[in-house]
């Protein structure tokens, strides 16, 4: 299957700080990503859809402003979580479809876990 | 509205045993549905789906799933489990009638433990 990383695999921050999460999809070109976040013993929250070369498609009650995503190339999508707070803390995991192979499957990066103290 | 519901927070199962994680949808036309595992610290890995053609769907480590339109169901099943199954099970649903918007309902997830 199409493999997706994330960098880092864990951060830990001060409130108030910014963090940025790289998403990469390393053997296919994914136009479109999708960003989620986790929280322990809980479903996928879909916060975001990645458009390379377009804005981001946020998802109601997720704050662009605070959640700011780049998909600058057809490779790489990044989030940065601004001026984070501890209610920020979470599992960050994104995912893409590889529409050459299978424009169907999500394939998951191993995710994100972020601790903002 | 579209929805997937996972009725059960936790199935538990001895080893060799088979075993069931249910999953039953609600989308205004034809499903695609998904099936992911996900290990603990981990990221989702792709299980198996059915989008069209034989309602038995045959997946990853021995998996297999079948769709149900009558019932709603797309039910993940193993004839024999294994320790290392366990993990926390997601059924997922998109709607065909979406077009090209891929994004996907989620259930909430089944906690898998296999008892040696």
Redesign the interface.
Known sequence: ?AV?S?HPSWVICKSGTSVKIECRSLDFQAT?M?WYRQFP????M?MA?SNEGSKATYEQGVEKDKFLINHASLTLSTLTVTSAHPEDSS?Y?C?A?DRQRD?????????T?LLVL | AQSVAQPEDQVNVAEGNPLTVKCTYSVSGNP?L?W?VQYP??????LL?Y?TGDNLVKGSYGFEAEFNKSQTSFHLKKPSALVSDSALY?CAV?DSNAGNN???I????T?LAVNP
Do not use: D, H
Not at chain 1, 103 to 111: A, D, H
Not at chain 2, 106 to 109: A, Q, R, T, Y
């Open positions: 299957g997706v994330q479109t999708f013993k809980q479903s996928l879909l859809t599992f995991i995912s479809p424009k169907e499957t999500q394939y998951f990066g191993p995710g876990r | 695609y998904f992911y610290n981990r990221g989702l890995q792709f789906k989008i997601f998109r891929r994004k996907l989620w259930g909430l997830g906690s």
